[in-house]
């Protein structure tokens, strides 16, 4: 029997988490069969499918990665999408990682031998996968271009955030050329997945794309929530404080931090619970109450960055 490698993206996962996944699983089966390796790259995911990934695999006929909660010990682990120890599958530090590929900064992951390492500071991890893809000259079928496309668009919120390079459009205008979609249509239907804000589980709006940091020593959850229905959402600034309160009492967050993403008019309100100090700092704004601030689009790059330098 072939060898397995698991090919898994970040807890919590967000679309780019799973369709890189599937696209890389793609890319690493194609190179290993043209270089006669008995090797089986397999997509997994370690949370529930958000809903334009969920639209987007049906819509391609695709099979949706097997959730799985650890990582057996040994077993050999390509990281998608992250490279940070808490970010990452349960199990790992006894796992073995044999390759990463991403577009966030450097974190904590350290391996016993060299690796395959592919990190890019470009908008979304789908975006180096496409480029991987065409470095080696392999044709990526219609299916996962489409999965590749959308999590490009979802990852720079159809380009309009500020992580969004050059290199971003020029991926798309190549997946449009193989899907015949036009990018911000394609774009538009897959947030619209997404469905009202009043029908939204107030512990997929907080919870959905959580991401825990280190921030002056200590664990903070930083979570985004992208609407194109900011009035609809911020109707749930109450119910959403409260789920963040529980999440830091748990979990011993020092603070929960949400932004509340305007999609459409590029901005973000801040609702912040527990010790907003450094928050406030940092930003020099008073979270005590939500705050608004014009063309926040970016977790990783405006609001991340800054508060892991503070
Ligand atoms: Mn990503």
Same mark, same amino acid.
Not at 72 to 90: C, F, P, S, Y
Not at 180 to 207: M, S, W
Not at 285 to 293: E, L, N, R, Y
Not at 297 to 310: E, T
């Given at each position: 029997?072939?060898?397995?490698?698991?090919?898994?993206?970040?807890?919590?996962?967000?679309?780019?988490?799973?369709?890189?996944?599937?696209?890389?699983?793609?890319?690493?089966?194609?190179?290993?069969?043209?270089?006669?390796?008995?090797?089986?790259?397999?997509?997994?995911?370690?949370?529930?499918?958000?809903?334009?990934?969920?639209?987007?695999?049906?819509?391609?006929?695709?099979?949706?990665?097997?959730?799985?909660?650890?990582?057996?010990?040994?077993?050999?682990? *390509? $990281?998608? /999408?992250?490279?940070? #120890? !808490?970010?990452?599958?349960?199990?790992?530090? +006894?796992? @073995?990682?044999?390759?990463?590929?991403?577009?966030?900064?450097?974190?904590?992951?350290?391996?016993?031998?060299?690796?395959?390492?592919?990190?890019?500071?470009?908008?979304?991890?789908?975006?180096?996968?496409?480029?991987?893809?065409?470095?080696?000259?392999?044709?990526?079928?219609?299916?996962?271009?489409?999965?590749?496309?959308?999590? *490009? $668009?979802? /990852?720079?919120?159809? #380009? !309009?955030?500020?992580?969004?390079?050059?290199? +971003?459009? @020029?991926?798309?205008?190549?997946?449009?050329?193989?899907?015949?979609?036009?990018?911000?249509?394609?774009?538009?239907?897959?947030?619209?997945?997404?469905?009202?804000?009043?029908?939204?589980?107030?512990?997929?709006?907080?919870?959905?794309?959580?991401?825990?940091?280190?921030?002056?020593?200590?664990?903070?959850?930083?979570?985004?929530?992208?609407?194109? /229905?900011?009035?609809?959402?911020?109707?749930?600034?109450?119910?959403?404080?409260?789920?963040?309160?529980?999440?830091?009492?748990?979990?011993?967050?020092?603070?929960?931090?949400?932004?509340?993403?305007?999609?459409?008019?590029?901005?973000?309100?801040?609702?912040?619970?527990?010790?907003?100090?450094?928050?406030?700092?940092?930003?020099?704004?008073?979270?005590?109450?939500?705050?608004?601030?014009?063309?926040?689009?970016?977790?990783?790059?405006?609001?991340?960055?800054?508060?892991?330098?503070?």
């Amino acid at each position: 029997m072939a060898e397995q490698v698991i090919v898994v993206g970040h807890k919590n996962p967000d679309n780019d988490a799973i369709s890189a996944a599937v696209g890389l699983a793609f890319f690493e089966n194609e190179l290993a069969k043209r270089q006669g390796r008995d090797v089986e790259y397999k997509a997994v995911r370690l949370g529930g499918l958000p809903p334009e990934t969920e639209w987007n695999l049906a819509e391609n006929g695709i099979d949706q990665p097997e959730l799985i909660d650890h990582v057996e010990a040994g077993q050999k682990v *390509i $990281l998608v /999408d992250h490279n940070e #120890l !808490k970010q990452a599958v349960d199990g790992l530090a +006894d796992a @073995e990682v044999v390759g990463i590929v991403d577009h966030h900064r450097i974190g904590d992951v350290t391996t016993a031998s060299p690796i395959y390492m592919t990190v890019r500071p470009w908008g979304s991890s789908a975006t180096v996968v496409t480029a991987l893809c065409r470095q080696h000259g392999i044709e990526i079928p219609e299916g996962i271009a489409n999965m590749l496309l959308g999590a *490009i $668009l979802t /990852d720079t919120v159809i #380009l !309009k955030s500020p992580t969004a390079t050059k290199v +971003d459009e @020029e991926q798309i205008a190549f997946l449009e050329g193989i899907t015949g979609k036009k990018h911000v249509e394609f774009g538009q239907a897959l947030f619209n997945c997404r469905g009202a804000e009043a029908d939204l589980p107030i512990e997929t709006y907080v919870g959905a794309d959580a991401k825990e940091f280190e921030v002056c020593g200590k664990t903070v959850l930083i979570a985004q929530h992208e609407t194109v /229905d900011i009035d609809g959402a911020m109707k749930r600034e109450g119910e959403a404080r409260e789920q963040m309160r529980k999440l830091a009492a748990d979990k011993g967050y020092d603070f929960v931090l949400v932004l509340v993403t305007d999609i459409l008019n590029e901005g973000s309100y801040f609702l912040v619970e527990g010790n907003h100090a450094v928050v406030d700092q940092v930003f020099g704004i008073d979270s005590s109450a939500a705050v608004w601030i014009d063309g926040i689009m970016s977790r990783k790059k405006q609001v991340a960055a800054p508060l892991l330098k503070a």
